[in-house]
């Protein structure tokens, strides 16, 4: 049993990162990632956001599975995710103020991380129990913190860099994800169990 | 049949899930209710919503906040001009006190060739990397602009250019939320009155004869224009004239006697 979850946190954090290998969340990965705070919030609230994603997901995915509806889990997974974004945020805009401020406007934009619906689709087909869903969910929202938080470093220190004037903005931004994906890319070789 | 039930009983599924999901956000809804002025909102919506913190805060919403609050005026919102004060007082139960419209200044005539150089710089176009060197980049004047152009880059309203080394604000374009004073590493950058035509390109506070040294075009404060304006609107202050904005009327002769042409005013209202 632990071994599954250690297994599935390491590969999800790094082996089979969301945004590095599995092209999941690219979206918020360009559009946050100019300042490391923003970036960093942007990071927690995904990772929670997939977290309670995933727990309540797999209670949907029971109930539908018992009505022999499973062909409609994409659409109750959305509006699960919808619900709890909303959820979330009028939970910290009422008990914690200052983060509600501080995410701001990336609070609602995770319902359409593609990275939360994809941890639970994966969920489902991977046929992982209620703790193995969960722990899927968090440390994939982790590898997605790891992934942005390094992403927004490397964009930091970019500014002082000389590179050709065509390369300005999304171009040399591109680029840099690419050069880090292949840098993940020396964790794929790991056999884990 | 079997296929219609299945649909139905499908939709009914999703339907149910649906409305027990909104009668729980709703439930939520109460539980989590912020007592919010409802004036927050209105006085949002009457912002120009440029989220450009020109006014001071973090951004429309924070602003919108701060009005209702009593903590700020509500002419602060440059981009929105007089027609919104006039709104957010409306809603706020305020007099709206007319605005001055402010532009952004950079007070420096050095360009290239008229500042002398330490050194050809050839490092990133950034003023703050350029700073690095003798922290004061690469003109000798430490007053200077040195024209990397990070204020251009601040810029969300497109006004502001590098012209032969200096950077130029377009009056028109300019709202005077000063993001180009925060991205100035040198801080040389001042908020002027849209009205006033005569200003004084040049912020060196170095004593005449170093001026002179270091720059074709900086003040030496002679005196000159102090002496020979009519309206006593100008004066040398740590050797940099200075105008009084109250007191001048614009008339001009004090551009016309420096000896520097440094106080041009057709150069700067022109554009």
């Known amino acids: 049993m632990f071994d599954s979850v250690l297994t599935i946190a390491l590969g999800a954090i790094l082996i089979n990162n969301f945004i590095f290998s599995q092209f999941l969340g690219c979206c918020p990965f360009l559009g946050c990632s100019t300042k490391i705070d923003t970036a960093l919030g942007m990071g927690l609230a995904v990772t929670f956001v997939m977290g309670l994603a995933s727990a309540i997901c797999y209670a949907v995915n029971m109930l539908l599975i018992a009505l022999e509806l499973e062909y409609m889990s994409t659409l109750a997974f959305i509006l699960v995710i919808a619900v709890l974004v909303q959820f979330v945020e009028m939970f910290l805009k009422k008990s914690v103020p200052s983060l509600y401020t501080a995410l701001g406007i990336f609070l609602p934009l995770i319902t359409t991380n593609c990275a939360v619906l994809g941890v639970v689709l994966l969920n489902v087909q991977n046929n992982y129990n209620f703790i193995e869903s969960v722990v899927y969910g968090i440390t994939g929202g982790l590898g997605f913190l790891v992934a942005i ?19 300005d903005g999304f171009p040399i931004a591109l680029v840099t994800a690419g050069l880090l994906a292949l840098a993940f890319m020396g964790f794929s070789g790991m056999k884990i169990g | 049949m079997d296929g219609i039930m299945n649909i139905v009983y499908a939709i009914l599924v999703l339907g149910i899930m649906g409305a027990v999901f909104g009668g729980l956000l709703a439930f939520a809804a109460k539980i989590f209710h912020v007592e919010q002025d409802p004036r927050i909102e209105e006085v949002r919506a009457a912002l120009a ?25 509500p002419n602060k919102c440059s981009p929105g001009g007089a027609a919104t004060a006039e709104k957010v007082a409306a809603i706020m139960g305020l007099d709206a006190e007319p605005e001055v419209k402010y532009v952004a200044f950079v007070p420096c005539s050095g360009g290239t060739g008229v500042a002398k150089e330490f050194f050809d710089y050839e490092g990133p176009k950034d003023c703050v990397a350029a700073m690095r060197f003798g922290n004061k980049g690469p003109k000798q004047c430490q007053f200077s602009c040195i024209g990397l152009g990070n204020c251009v880059r601040a810029c969300q309203f497109g006004a502001m250019h590098i012209e032969n080394g200096v950077a130029v604000v377009d009056r028109e374009k300019c709202v005077a939320c000063m993001a180009c004073y925060d991205a100035c590493p040198k801080k040389i950058i001042r ?6 035509r005569v200003l004084v390109g040049c912020r060196s506070e170095d004593k005449g004869a170093q001026t002179r040294k270091i720059c074709d ?39 016309e006697v420096c000896p520097r042409h440094i106080i041009h005013p057709q150069k700067i209202y022109e554009q």
Request: hydrophobic share 35%.
């Open chain 2, 49 to 73: 919503g440029a989220n450009c913190g020109g006014c001071g805060f973090a951004g429309c919403d924070a602003y919108a906040a701060a009005v209702v609050a009593g903590e700020a005026p």
């Open chain 2, 217 to 255: 075009a900086g003040c030496i404060g002679c005196m000159k224009c102090q002496k020979e304006c009519p309206h006593e609107a100008i004066k040398v202050v740590n050797f940099v004239a200075t105008i009084d904005y109250d007191k001048c009327t614009g008339c001009g002769h004090c551009a």
């Open chain 1, 149 to 167: 938080v390094l992403f927004a470093s490397v964009r930091d220190r970019l500014q002082f860099a000389d590179y050709p004037e065509s390369f």
């Open chain 2, 191 to 196: 908020k002027v009155p849209y009205e006033q």
